[in-house]
């Protein structure tokens, strides 16, 4: 996610280290390549010129504090003025029931996608009881895929194959709605250009006729500069309260984040960050705009870790683990539950420090392999690991599509991981651990350049 930004604006803060006072001759290399990265972002360059405006005037003649390095004072005023330009504070949908929301975009944004998504997000969150209607009589098989997503997030859902009137199927799917007892009714109607005029008097219809209390523009991240466009003109037609940017995770670049809520004004409500229907979170602009300086996004790591895994469960793996009491049955469990989290390429760029690793398919098909591999032994076969060889392991190999190379280099990586907890256990590990905290505390802290003594990160 936001990949190329993150890197080429690190490359151009690193060279602000070990700068005793920003002046304008250091600093102006340095806002060079912050718009360079920006503009090679596809962010809008009337945005890009803006941003980097805003960001000299906040740093030149600027006095570095003694606990500060020029770079670290920098990043934090870049930090604020991307807070800024993608909309300060997390704005959420209206808070009242019942709900009324109209989905709206361009072919191909995601917007059947994101309604069920949307549903499934509100009914966990605020426990909502959602109905999908569609309202895309163009497209085919839209409304089997509506219909589809409805049946599998618990929600009611109205479709009219015949119709082809847009303004009486949400009419009707609004009185269906109300007599499913649902208290949160999402139109999802069909894609259009912003410049069909026929198609956008359609929606100022529908609008019309539904009333819905919040009308949300499903933009696809890739877009780039047409994004602005986009937004511009459905703001201009239907009153957008709302974006959901769709696709974060296929687009290095994220351009469209940058620009959309600066030149159309409306804010970023959600963002689309995989293919999975949890996969579909409220946009904060403070954590996005630290993932974009490699901070990482700590808090929404958490929050995904108290969701995801059982605390009794955990605590159990952390005393088996004290005790070096830990098979492949436990270890089976614990990357069931990290998949819970999401791809493994999501929770890293979570990370701080960690959004230059590269965490692609092949990691992710390693970890497949694994737990084909354990799932390949019998229950007896995880707790007790010695008894795999020979015949048990040929069985293994071919149960999980494997070479039997696969499956010994999966045990000696269990042994020896065996071993490490046994020597951790006794006094030989306290040491180790003691001489590690020691050797912690005198580093300095890595990853993103922000000391800890700055506010409001």
């Known amino acids: 996610m936001l990949e190329n930004l993150t890197d080429k604006l690190g490359s151009a803060l690193r060279n602000l280290r070990g700068v005793g006072k920003l002046s304008e001759q250091n600093m102006g290399d340095a806002l060079k390549e912050i718009r360079q990265a920006l503009l090679s972002a596809d962010v809008h360059f009337k945005v890009a010129r803006e941003f980097v405006a805003s960001v000299k005037d906040q740093c030149i003649g600027q006095e570095v ?13 870049v930090h604020d003025e991307l807070v800024k330009l993608l909309g300060q504070g997390a704005t959420e949908v209206e808070d009242k029931k019942p709900l009324r929301i109209m989905m709206v975009g361009l072919h191909g944004s995601g917007k059947t996608t994101s309604s069920g998504k949307l549903a499934r997000y509100l009914k966990k969150k605020k426990e909502y009881r959602p109905a999908l209607v569609a309202c895309d009589v163009y497209r085919p098989a839209a409304i089997e895929q509506l219909e589809t997503l409805a049946k599998n997030e618990g929600a009611s859902f109205y479709g009219d194959r015949e119709e082809k009137d847009v303004v009486k199927i949400g009419q009707r799917g609004l009185e269906a709605a109300k007599n499913a007892d649902a208290n949160l009714i999402i139109f999802d109607t069909a894609g259009r250009l912003q410049i069909d005029e026929d ?5 100022k219809r529908l609008k019309d006729a539904v009333q819905p209390d919040e009308i949300l523009l499903v933009a696809d991240a890739a877009l780039g500069q047409e994004a602005v466009n986009v937004a511009k003109h459905f703001h201009e037609a239907v009153n957008c309260t709302g974006l959901i940017l769709t696709k974060l995770d296929g687009d290095a670049r994220g351009g469209a984040a940058l620009s959309m809520k600066s030149i159309s004004n409306v804010p970023i409500k959600f963002m689309g ?53 830990f098979n492949l049955e436990d270890f089976l469990s614990q ?32 970890m497949a392999r694994t737990e084909a591999v354990i ?83």
């Open 335 to 366: 990357m069931q539950q990290v998949k819970k989290m999401g791809s493994l390429g999501s929770l890293v760029g979570m990370m701080p420090g960690m959004s230059g690793v590269d965490v692609g398919d092949e990691e992710e098909k390693k």
């Open 273 to 325: 960050t995989g293919e999975k229907s949890d996969e579909f979170d409220i946009f904060y602009p403070e954590r996005m705009a630290s993932r974009i300086l490699g901070m990482g996004d700590v808090v929404s790591l958490v929050e995904k870790a108290q969701e995801n895994i059982d605390q009794d469960e955990a605590e159990r793996m952390a005393e088996k683990m004290r005790k070096a009491d």
């Open 199 to 203: 198609l956008i008097d359609e929606i």
């Open 375 to 457: 799932l390949s032994m019998t229950l007896q076969e995880r707790r007790t690991p010695r008894l795999l060889r020979g015949s048990r392991l040929k069985r293994i190999a071919n149960g999980s599509g494997v070479q039997m190379r696969d499956v010994n280099a999966l045990l000696k990586q269990f042994n020896q991981m065996q071993k490490m907890m046994k020597m951790m256990r006794g006094g030989k590990g306290k040491k180790m651990m003691k001489a590690m905290k020691s050797q912690m505390g005198d580093m300095p802290t890595g990853g993103s350049d922000l000391p800890s003594n700055l506010p409001n990160l």
């Open 65 to 77: 504090l003694k606990s500060v390095t020029p770079g670290q004072q920098v990043i934090k005023i």
